[in-house]
């Protein structure tokens, strides 16, 4: 019996893992559909080497910082209890994979290549999993002095606040270091629109993100015997919330709509195994108007060329879903309780400071010693001809 318990658990965990490894997919697409034509190739490329650093960095550096084990033992002792800690490991190195994958469609269209990929190894080896091991594994004592001081630790049930938050966060400096995309805006203060080149592929990342958050939020639970379906029902709600909302404010704007579900999940991971899902509706409403007004303001008045809106996207809903769990998850609102307001507030607070300190830090230092994006004319070109020498329909260039 307890090989099966055993074996059941390093099943549900792997299937979870299996289904936000699709996800990565997703943010390819989303990105694909998004960015100029010239730019598809890359966005390709980008995120899937971008797995493959991610999963160096944390596998040798990151994952022992965030939970102090490493893999250097024999593999009779990796293969105890079936080996579940591998398959945890490969769960929430899908995780920590997301903060690139979240960063790419922020500085999308102007970024050099290999600078990106030593930030990766840089953000998912060190700075990601320092906030994770706060959050998640309690270090540096935190948790429990905000459970002596307020009551009740700090709740992040799927990574509203410790991947979300943190990435969405980690992109704005990258962004702001890089500057905006070359004619984006004008000295006289006019825009040039640089509409997505494919609705349907960006339809579909959004899509395949959608359907993959259920393993994101549900499989959380880690465990066969934690698993609820209260978590199933609120990421639903608050994904619809955020639809209805990003519909209405964004004026039935197709890339709105479709960034809606994202927002909503978004803001819901925190507490989805709390909150009651009239809640969660309420949330992922909130989620979703909180993009579409940040996206353009940061677009249009305050000309942060920002390509994906990953810092109003992730980082703003991140945080806001981090905040909303100690308000909806309450049992005054109907929530299971067990959290407290302030709590979420401290910790999503250190989470955007630190996450805003790296971000500079990593982006920052690679800036000064390598440089961070494309010359004008290799930006003009496109980082699909620049980089990778083709471009995503190469059947229509004769090369003769």
């Known amino acids: 019996m307890e090989n099966l318990h055993s074996g059941t658990n390093v099943l549900f965990i792997l299937l979870g893992g299996i289904m936000v490894l699709a996800m990565h997919a997703g943010f390819a697409f989303l990105e694909v559909g998004t960015v100029r034509k010239k730019n598809q190739v890359n966005a390709l490329v ?30 009779d002792t990796l293969m105890a209890k079936n ?29 050099r290549f290999y600078p990106q990929l ?16 706060i959050a998640w ?19 992040d049930f799927a990574g509203s606040v410790v991947v979300h938050a943190m990435g969405g966060w980690i992109a704005l400096p990258a962004v702001l270091l890089l500057g905006a995309r070359h004619g984006r ?29 259920f393993g994101f939020n549900v499989m959380s639970a880690q465990t066969i015997e934690n698993i609820s379906g209260l978590v199933a029902i609120n990421s639903l709600m608050a994904m619809v919330g955020g639809i209805l909302a990003a519909l209405v404010l964004g004026k039935n704007d197709p890339g709105f709509v479709h960034n ?57 809903c991140g945080a806001w879903g981090g905040i909303a769990a100690g308000i909806f998850g309450s049992k005054a609102l ?3 309780g067990g959290v407290a307001f302030m709590p979420q507030l401290l910790m999503t607070l250190l989470a955007v400071a630190i996450a805003v300190a790296g971000g500079f830090a990593v982006y920052g230092s690679l800036k000064r010693i390598f440089g961070l ?28």
């Open 334 to 336: 109907g929530g299971a």
């Open 83 to 111: 080996g579940y800690e591998l398959t945890k490991f490969f769960f929430l190195l899908t995780f920590a994979a997301a903060i690139p994958a979240i960063i790419s469609g922020g500085i999308a269209e102007r970024a």
């Open 185 to 213: 805006y004008t000295k006289d203060g006019r825009m040039s629109a640089h509409p997505p080149s494919s609705i349907p592929f960006l339809a579909l990342g959004a899509w395949i993100l959608t359907v993959g958050w």
């Open 118 to 133: 030593a930030a990766t190894f840089l953000l998912v080896g060190f700075v990601y999993p320092f906030f994770e091991g």
């Open 46 to 75: 980008k995120i899937l080497t971008d797995f493959g650093m991610s999963t160096i960095a944390y596998f040798f550096v990151g994952y022992g910082i965030a939970y102090g084990i490493h893999f250097f033992s024999g593999v």
């Open 373 to 400: 994006r494309l010359d004008q004319e290799e930006e003009y070109e496109g980082a699909d001809l620049s980089i990778h020498k083709i471009t995503a329909t190469p059947e229509r260039e004769p090369s003769w």
């Open 137 to 155: 594994n309690k270090m540096f004592g935190i948790q429990d002095w905000l459970t002596t001081t307020f009551g009740a630790p700090f709740h």
């Open 260 to 316: 809606g579900p994202l927002a909503g999940l978004v803001a819901v991971c925190a507490g989805s195994d709390l909150m009651h899902p009239m809640g969660a509706l309420v949330v992922g409403a909130i989620a979703g108007a909180l993009f579409v007004v940040m996206f353009t303001l940061t677009q249009n008045r305050w000309k942060i060329d920002d390509v994906l809106g990953v810092w109003p996207l992730h980082g703003l």
